[in-house]
């Protein structure tokens, strides 16, 4: 067995190194990339509880290799039947909260797991689930970056008795590293799925008292919202590029957003330059794909346009002007796996900002996402909120195919970021990088709302190569120089599969992560 930079014939990334163990395990049990997903996203949502966890939402892309198909599951939420703009309005809020129980909308993730499991997998959810559940009882050690995240929202984490009581000590002060997390409450819940399946969570003993709890505080979901709640087997979206076919998650995911800068750089560069001539290329066509996803991507029952039209007519994305959206600032869980069978498995899980909305419901243990926050309450904006509608989502996750195979399986967290990440690593593979170089180089992150004029902070890492960094020091635009390899800048994951089916992987050096291979 391996690490990181062998190449072998199955592999799995993600951005703790438990977690990918836990996958590897499966693998090697003869398990397959779906399997060994699952039982990643579920350790994920005991070791890492600032990035991730049951009360979340995911997407998924799955390429069967039986068919050659590639599957897309959204295991999104919407929002409660109750939550309507006037609801709002009656609480004298002109925005849903960061924080409490009024930024939750239905978790979707632990019915995505099951109809996942049970579509494309070879074991049991209960099997898959048991690691977690003995982390989450007997304890895991406090990384230095979970103890940032802690330090970092220790008012938040106040506020709850839950997160008080397991993250912080006698005096209110966040756990250090090396420090042991134990969650009782969430391996009971966790069993309880195990044992009777994703039905207790929405219409089952757990699901009542989510519901209850959610009242109780003040929250709008309600039981029936839970009961209602299926996730959605979905038509993945794609593009051409560089003789590849990059294929991604459709609306409500914003994952055409990276198809657009995609297909932006090509028609504008159809040989990338290299330098600080990349990176004008890049803000470019970041900004010409975000006016377009500002301006249209929803729930995409509620677009004006569909996701292929904005693909196919170029002449549909000439916008004048985004619409403004607040800066999403979300953490997230990226996990990519590849099984010796040729099946592939692209998987992205949030809570959306760090711990979510801060509140974990009674007694389960379960700490909720906040994903209500980034719907709008302004009536004309296109990710307006209303009753059972799905937000605009940050989450998106990609593969890539050639000749309807597999090459390679990428993506990264860091909200907003997502589509800029995915390009540059896109990028870097496409080059020749292996993966564990194309997700530890340096990167660009080019903000939407800094400023008024919306010119923007250009970020880059420190060991961004010198002469380019001196461009653009020199040019007329804001740039902000961040420390190597810094996290704000995303955890990103990728695998790479040759024609002969021998497999490289890398996890990203910004996480906590690893890259395990057999």
Request: charged letters at 20%; one cysteine or more.
């Amino acid at each position: 067995m391996s690490r990181d930079r062998t190449t072998t014939r199955a592999a799995v990334a993600s951005p703790h190194h438990t977690a990918s163990a836990a996958g590897r395990d499966v693998l090697a049990a003869g398990g397959n990339a779906m399997d060994a997903a699952l039982a990643v996203n579920a350790m994920l949502a005991v070791v890492y509880p600032h990035m991730c966890g049951i009360g979340g939402d995911l997407f998924l892309l799955y390429h069967e290799a039986r068919t050659g198909e590639v599957h897309c599951l959204n295991g999104t939420g919407p929002a409660p039947r109750a939550a309507t703009r006037g609801a709002f309005a009656e609480r004298g809020l002109d925005a849903v909260p960061v924080r409490g129980a009024l930024s939750v909308t239905v978790p979707g993730t632990v019915a995505a797991w099951e109809v996942a499991a049970e579509r494309f997998g070879t074991r049991a959810l209960g099997d898959l689930l048991g690691p977690a559940v003995d982390a989450a009882a007997n304890g895991v050690g406090i990384g230095d970056r979970l103890a940032g995240w802690a330090a970092d929202a220790r008012d938040d984490l106040r506020t709850d008795p839950t997160l008080a009581r397991r993250l912080l000590d006698a005096a209110g002060a966040p756990l250090p590293p090396g420090a042991t997390l134990r969650q009782p409450e969430l391996a009971e819940s966790l069993r309880r799925i195990a044992r009777h399946g994703a039905r207790d969570f929405y219409a089952g003993e757990l699901g009542d008292a989510l519901a209850r709890a959610i009242g109780e505080a003040g929250g709008l979901l309600a039981a029936a919202d839970l009961r209602a709640y299926a996730p959605r087997w979905v038509t993945p979206i794609g593009v051409r590029h560089a003789g590849l076919d990059i294929i991604t998650t459709p609306p409500n995911s914003q994952g055409i957003t990276a198809l657009l800068m995609l297909d932006h750089l090509a028609a504008a560069h159809p040989e990338l330059p290299a330098g600080a001539g990349f990176v004008h290329a890049f803000v470019a066509a970041k900004r010409a794909a975000f006016a377009v996803r500002d301006r249209y991507v929803t729930d995409p029952r509620f677009m004006p346009v569909s996701a292929e039209d904005l693909l196919r007519d170029p002449a549909l994305r000439d916008v004048a002007a985004p619409v403004a959206a607040p800066p999403a600032w979300g953490d997230t869980v990226y996990v990519c796996t590849a099984d010796a069978d040729g099946n592939a498995c692209s998987l992205i899980q949030s809570l959306y900002y760090g711990f979510g909305s801060a509140f974990v419901a009674g007694d389960t243990g379960v700490l909720l996402h906040n994903r209500a926050h980034y719907f709008s309450l302004d009536e004309h904006h296109p990710n307006r909120l209303e009753p059972g509608k799905h937000t605009l989502h940050t989450l998106m996750a990609c593969i890539a195919l050639e000749d309807g195979r597999p090459r390679l399986v990428f993506g990264a967290m860091g909200a907003d970021g997502q589509p800029q990440m995915n390009v540059q690593v896109l990028h870097r593979l496409l080059t020749g990088d292996h993966p564990g170089d194309a997700v530890a180089a340096p990167r660009i992150l080019h903000g939407r709302f800094l400023l008024e004029d919306d010119v923007g902070v250009l970020q880059v890492e420190a060991d961004l190569d010198p002469d380019t960094l001196a461009t653009l020091h020199a040019g007329d635009g804001r740039v902000e120089v961040l420390p190597a390899r810094d996290e704000r800048m995303g955890h990103a994951h990728a695998i790479a599969i040759g024609p002969d089916g021998a497999v490289t992987a890398g996890a990203d050096p910004r996480s906590d992560g690893s890259a395990e291979t057999l």
